[in-house]
């Protein structure tokens, strides 16, 4: 029919625009939460309208993370797959650990997701959400599990046990360095003392990065000559 539009493209509309808003905040304040009255200033829509373009506020957290892991893909698309295993590996590291640096509300999100069981989660965002982060956290652990199979078929990779299941090992991998970079944002440690109060010392990122780094070689069994 002439003129007909698709009607979820409203919705959507309204919905990347509440996304944008969340996004400007946390890039003001990384690890801040904002209120629903803020969101709503900030998209130009009023509040009382927000929850019927998101079903939650963990869905709301949701669709800004499909928006980091939309960039996080393209990323990971741009760096060429016919490269050998070690130099694409130290590639999609390093362009993850940049993006994550550069864009902390991401590592906020991932932590505020996390807090619950998935299965909680479930039960409080739309089910076409939670298929579109599914979908492109694949696409990302995807590319990590492929460069792993390739290295270790190639005798590059000794990942331990022999027998390992990539996938499993690339969340891992994940897990590993978002923990390392949420110290790093927090950016303080502690050490015991014989007095009454611990030493704090700085925890700053160009120490941090290649420790980091040194690490997930270590967990996917990165041989020392290759």
Sequence with gaps: MTGAQDPHSGRWEQQSRIVKAV???????????PSIEEIGRTAGINKALIYRHVTSKEELV??????????????FQAIDENLEPRKQLDLLIE????FALRH???????????RQPADELARRVSMDVLV???RLNAVATGRLSRVLGTGRDSGVFDPYPK????????HLVYAAALGILYVVHFGIGTRETTGP???????????????????LHAVVGVKKDS
């Design 163 to 170: 027998d390992a299941d990539l996938d499993y090992l690339t």
């Design 132 to 134: 579109r982060v599914n």
């Design 95 to 98: 362009a993850y650990l940049d």
């Design 23 to 33: 996004r400007q905040l946390y890039d003001e304040r990384a690890n801040y939460d």
């Design 104 to 114: 902390p509300a991401y590592m906020h999100c991932v932590i505020a997701l996390i």
């Design 62 to 75: 949701l669709l800004v993370y499909i928006s980091y892991l939309t960039e996080i893909a393209d990323l």
């Design 197 to 215: 109060y611990p030493d704090l010392f700085m925890i700053d990122k160009d120490r941090a990065m290649p420790m980091l780094i040194d690490m």
